[in-house]
């Protein structure tokens, strides 16, 4: 069974930094594209970035670009996400997602995160 | 970026009622939009890729169709497990957008 866990989210001041982890099992991470997408409770999903399988290619929103950094460990089986200068509208839950194609197949259950003072 | 227009934003209806859910892209994105199923509290789940292909849990009552940029979900006969809310998501163009969600509720 394919699993993701996300971890790392919490509370954090605006201009603060965070890392999310994923750590997915039940399948070889290293043969997908993955994602992390973030959803602003009672709103609506958002995607943030998405890292390719070997870890040489890395796109980001524009909202997250210069600030958020994606990388993925594979030997690990972990996919991170780094929060640098964290602002009020980057609060919502986070999640981490594999990709096959233009798809996100397989989701992990989200981690919190919330900017503020 | 390409934007994806989901309606209705929500809907009532009944066990048993057909329902359609729309998702119109602000340019062409051939076959490449999926549905997702999202419960409260849970992450979404993968229902319908490449606009009409199913995903192995998803029952016969859920279909998918397009005509150009109009994409389409259709629940035939709605059961109690479907009430929840629906996004589509275009995967052409980066970044990857999804539509605004539609949130089915019973009636």
């Known amino acids: 069974e394919v699993q993701l866990v996300e971890s790392g989210g919490g509370l954090v001041q605006p201009g603060g930094s965070l890392r999310l982890s994923c750590v997915v099992s039940?399948?070889?991470?290293?043969?997908?594209?993955m994602h992390w997408v973030r959803q602003v409770p009672g709103k609506g999903l958002v995607w943030v970035s998405r890292?390719?399988?070997?870890?040489?290619?890395?796109t980001y929103a524009d909202s997250v670009k210069g600030r958020f950094t994606i990388s993925r460990d594979n030997a690990k089986s972990t996919l991170y996400l780094q929060m640098d200068n964290l602002r009020a509208e980057d609060t919502a839950v986070y999640y981490c997602?594999?990709?096959?194609?233009?798809?996100?197949?397989?989701w992990g259950q989200g981690t919190v995160v919330t900017v503020s003072s | 970026d390409i934007q994806m227009t989901q309606s209705p934003s929500s809907l009532s209806a009944s066990v048993g009622d057909r329902v359609t859910i729309t998702c119109r892209a602000s340019?062409?994105?051939?076959?490449?939009l999926h549905w997702y199923q999202q419960k409260p509290g849970k992450a979404p789940k993968l229902l319908i890729y490449?606009?009409?292909t199913l995903q192995g849990w998803v029952p016969s009552r859920f279909s998918g169709s397009a005509s150009g940029t109009d994409f389409t979900l259709t629940i035939s006969s709605l059961q109690p497990e479907d009430f929840a809310t629906y996004y589509c998501?275009?995967?052409?163009?980066?970044?990857?957008?999804f539509g605004q969600g539609t949130k089915l509720e019973i009636k």
């Open positions: 039940g399948f070889t991470p290293s043969t997908n594209w």
């Open positions: 890292i390719s399988s070997d870890g040489s290619v890395t």
């Open positions: 490449d606009t009409s």
């Open positions: 340019q062409s994105i051939s076959t490449y």
């Open positions: 997602a594999t990709s096959s194609r233009s798809l996100l197949d397989f």
């Open positions: 998501q275009q995967g052409y163009f980066t970044p990857w957008t």
